[in-house]
């Protein structure tokens, strides 16, 4: 029970200081070169869906949360967001070269690929349907951001770190992160596919269902299931495609709603290519 605890906790703060240094990092990007960014983060949405793939494809969900912390201050589309969850395995990853490191770079490229055109898809939905997404934090300009004089860095830290990103987005981040790894730990018990009798297009569904969870603890163990030769990779593909270890959890701190969104947009997409891998034999 203590260890669970200690474990909870120290994931809670390492995710939430990563996505904190971010969140300064960008701040301050976008502060000094909030024009430049603009265009070239908005200006052409296929360049967002490619290196929005590739940012997810790189083992661990680092790549994830800079792409959840451009999306949360504006600066990038829901389709790249889409597609870096996409791409992304998240600490699994790291088993998947472990356990299976021929079939890994295979998987990582099916994930790329499928995060682009589902990128895509994903902006024109929401531009055809005019489905509201969340208000985008952008910083709040202060005489001393405009002022021609050298950059302030006092000034910086205490209306921009402290005032902006501590006292209005930390603590709902560390409070969500710290629910979603309790929750996890209750249910995680309950959550195998082992000896179930079940045929391989239910097993896929059962893995999109799976992904859903914000962790990495259900995907390996259809990673272990796949090394064993249990499942075929029809099913593991579907999971990997829908899952995203932790990268969606800091944007539950920003919109909940978005966040059913882009899973929902991710499960469709496991589903139907998990089945499609199924019916060509894999």
Known sequence: MIEAIVNIL????????????????????????????????????????????LLGVVPGCVGAFFVVSLYMRGLTSFGALAA???????DGAFVLLTETPQTAPLLFAICALAGVPVGFIADALVDKFKIKLCEHCEPELHEEDMAASPFSLSHFVRE?????????????LFL????AFVVLQLIQPYVDVRGLPVSNVVLVAIAAGIGILPESGAHLVFVLLFAEGAIPFSVLLAISIVQDGHGLIPLLSASVR?????????????????????????
Not at 176 to 179: C, I
Not at 260 to 272: P, Q, R, S
Request: hydrophobic letters at 55%; glycine letters at 8%; proline letters at 0%.
């Open 258 to 282: 978005d966040s059913l969104y882009v899973k929902a947009v991710n499960v469709a997409a496991g589903l139907i290519i998990g089945l499609a891998a199924l019916g060509l034999g894999y």
């Open 176 to 179: 969500w992160l710290l629910g």
């Open 160 to 172: 921009h770190v402290y005032h902006h990103i501590i006292r209005q987005h930390l603590l709902s």
């Open 10 to 53: 120290t994931m809670t703060v390492k995710i939430t200081v990563i996505v904190f240094l971010m969140m300064v990092v960008i701040e301050y990007l976008q502060l000094r070169y909030q024009a430049t960014m603009r265009r070239g983060l908005t200006g052409r949405r296929w360049i967002q869906y490619v290196v929005a793939a």
């Open 84 to 90: 870096v969850l996409i791409a992304t395995s998240g």
